[in-house]
Nanobody, 116 residues
Framework: QVQLVESGGGLVQAGGSLRLSCAAS????????MGWYRQAPGKQRELVAR???????NYADAVKGRFTASRDNAKNTVYLQMNSLKPEDTAVYYC??????????WGQGTQVTVSV
Protein backbone atom coordinates (compact mmCIF):
# COMPACT_ATOMS: atom_id res chain seq x y z
CA GLN A 1 0.00 0.00 0.00
CA VAL A 2 1.64 3.20 -1.19
CA GLN A 3 1.39 6.14 1.18
CA LEU A 4 1.36 9.74 0.05
CA VAL A 5 2.13 12.54 2.47
CA GLU A 6 1.38 16.09 1.39
CA SER A 7 2.73 19.12 3.21
CA GLY A 8 3.37 22.83 2.83
CA GLY A 9 -0.13 24.22 2.90
CA GLY A 10 -1.24 27.10 5.05
CA LEU A 11 -2.98 30.43 5.21
CA VAL A 12 -1.74 33.09 2.82
CA GLN A 13 -2.99 36.42 1.56
CA ALA A 14 -4.09 36.83 -2.02
CA GLY A 15 -1.06 37.35 -4.22
CA GLY A 16 1.14 35.27 -1.99
CA SER A 17 3.00 32.03 -2.65
CA LEU A 18 3.23 28.54 -1.23
CA ARG A 19 5.26 25.47 -2.12
CA LEU A 20 3.63 22.11 -1.60
CA SER A 21 5.49 18.83 -1.29
CA CYS A 22 4.29 15.26 -1.62
CA ALA A 23 6.41 12.33 -0.55
CA ALA A 24 5.58 8.83 -1.72
CA SER A 25 6.51 5.71 0.22
CA UNK A 26 7.80 3.99 -2.90
CA UNK A 27 9.76 4.99 -5.96
CA UNK A 28 7.97 7.16 -8.48
CA UNK A 29 10.58 6.83 -11.19
CA UNK A 30 8.41 4.35 -13.07
CA UNK A 31 5.23 6.38 -12.68
CA UNK A 32 4.47 7.88 -16.08
CA UNK A 33 2.70 10.89 -14.65
CA MET A 34 2.09 12.32 -11.20
CA GLY A 35 -0.54 14.93 -10.57
CA TRP A 36 -1.65 17.55 -8.12
CA TYR A 37 -5.35 17.62 -7.39
CA ARG A 38 -7.48 19.89 -5.29
CA GLN A 39 -10.90 19.74 -3.73
CA ALA A 40 -12.74 22.82 -2.59
CA PRO A 41 -15.71 22.59 -0.20
CA GLY A 42 -18.78 21.32 -2.01
CA LYS A 43 -16.88 20.63 -5.21
CA GLN A 44 -15.43 17.57 -6.88
CA ARG A 45 -11.73 16.84 -6.78
CA GLU A 46 -10.01 18.24 -9.86
CA LEU A 47 -6.63 17.75 -11.46
CA VAL A 48 -4.72 21.03 -11.57
CA ALA A 49 -1.21 19.98 -12.59
CA ARG A 50 0.37 16.94 -14.17
CA UNK A 51 4.03 16.10 -14.60
CA UNK A 52 5.50 13.20 -16.53
CA UNK A 53 8.71 11.30 -15.90
CA UNK A 54 10.58 13.47 -18.40
CA UNK A 55 9.38 16.65 -16.71
CA UNK A 56 6.69 17.64 -19.18
CA UNK A 57 3.86 19.47 -17.49
CA ASN A 58 0.22 20.28 -18.11
CA TYR A 59 -1.97 22.62 -16.11
CA ALA A 60 -5.61 23.40 -15.70
CA ASP A 61 -6.54 26.72 -17.25
CA ALA A 62 -7.37 28.13 -13.82
CA VAL A 63 -3.77 27.80 -12.62
CA LYS A 64 -1.78 28.09 -15.83
CA GLY A 65 0.99 30.64 -15.53
CA ARG A 66 0.79 30.70 -11.73
CA PHE A 67 1.50 27.11 -10.64
CA THR A 68 4.59 25.05 -11.45
CA ALA A 69 4.88 21.32 -10.84
CA SER A 70 8.20 19.55 -10.45
CA ARG A 71 9.41 16.17 -9.32
CA ASP A 72 12.52 14.69 -7.74
CA ASN A 73 12.49 10.99 -8.57
CA ALA A 74 15.50 10.35 -6.33
CA LYS A 75 13.50 11.61 -3.34
CA ASN A 76 10.17 10.09 -4.45
CA THR A 77 8.73 13.58 -4.14
CA VAL A 78 6.67 15.92 -6.26
CA TYR A 79 6.29 19.63 -5.68
CA LEU A 80 3.84 22.36 -6.56
CA GLN A 81 5.01 25.95 -6.53
CA MET A 82 1.98 28.20 -6.30
CA ASN A 83 2.36 31.92 -7.01
CA SER A 84 -0.11 34.78 -7.29
CA LEU A 85 -2.58 32.84 -5.21
CA LYS A 86 -6.24 33.75 -5.39
CA PRO A 87 -9.08 33.11 -2.94
CA GLU A 88 -10.54 30.64 -5.43
CA ASP A 89 -7.41 28.51 -4.99
CA THR A 90 -8.59 27.68 -1.48
CA ALA A 91 -8.89 23.90 -1.26
CA VAL A 92 -7.33 20.75 0.08
CA TYR A 93 -4.49 19.77 -2.21
CA TYR A 94 -3.51 16.17 -2.91
CA CYS A 95 -0.98 14.42 -5.09
CA UNK A 96 -1.45 11.07 -6.78
CA UNK A 97 -0.79 9.16 -9.95
CA UNK A 98 -2.28 10.90 -12.98
CA UNK A 99 -2.24 8.25 -15.67
CA UNK A 100 -5.17 6.40 -17.27
CA UNK A 101 -7.41 6.94 -14.27
CA UNK A 102 -5.25 4.87 -11.95
CA UNK A 103 -4.71 6.14 -8.41
CA UNK A 104 -3.02 5.02 -5.26
CA UNK A 105 -4.84 5.49 -1.98
CA TRP A 106 -5.30 9.17 -1.30
CA GLY A 107 -3.26 10.88 1.36
CA GLN A 108 -4.62 13.31 3.90
CA GLY A 109 -3.94 16.29 1.69
CA THR A 110 -2.76 19.72 2.75
CA GLN A 111 -5.09 22.66 3.28
CA VAL A 112 -4.45 25.85 1.34
CA THR A 113 -6.45 28.88 2.38
CA VAL A 114 -6.10 32.16 0.52
CA SER A 115 -7.58 35.23 2.15
CA VAL A 116 -8.63 38.37 0.36
Amino acid sequence: QVQLVESGGGLVQAGGSLRLSCAASRSIIDIVAMGWYRQAPGKQRELVARITTDGSTNYADAVKGRFTASRDNAKNTVYLQMNSLKPEDTAVYYCNVANLGFHWSWGQGTQVTVSV
